[in-house]
């Protein structure tokens, strides 16, 4: 199983309606901005209970994809992103660990 940038949203993890220009989280990712691809190039998205195993990964493809837009600085984690706050992809998956 391979991890790829959602084609829905491109790595961001939301979508802009285009007609009210509301951000909403993206349905084929889940708010993550990266899904999983199997060996038939099928999309999943990433289950929850992932994501801590595939944090670094993500975080890895982030970097990248910030790179490819320009920015230098270290990426952040999708839950650590403002912009994903009170969003699916904004809560951090660890602050269940403490349970
Ligand atoms: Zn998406």
């Known amino acids: 199983?391979?991890?790829?940038?959602?084609?829905s949203c491109d790595g961001f993890g939301w979508v802009e309606d285009d007609f009210t220009g509301?951000?909403?989280?993206c349905d084929w990712c889940a708010g993550i901005g990266?899904?999983?691809?199997?060996d038939q190039g099928v999309d999943h998205k990433i289950p929850r209970?992932?994501?801590e195993q595939v944090?670094?990964?993500l975080e890895a493809l982030e970097t990248q994809r910030l790179r490819e837009m320009g920015y230098q600085g270290a990426a952040k984690k999708?839950?650590?992103q403002n912009i994903r706050e009170g969003t699916?992809?904004?809560?951090n998956?660890?602050?269940d660990d403490a349970d």
């Open 78 to 80: 999708p839950w650590e």
């Open 49 to 51: 209970e992932d994501w």
């Open 1 to 7: 199983m391979q991890i790829v940038r959602c084609i």
């Open 22 to 25: 509301e951000s909403s989280d």
């Open 34 to 38: 990266y899904v999983y691809r199997d």
């Open 55 to 57: 944090a670094s990964q």
């Open 93 to 95: 998956p660890y602050a």
């Open 88 to 91: 699916k992809g904004g809560e």
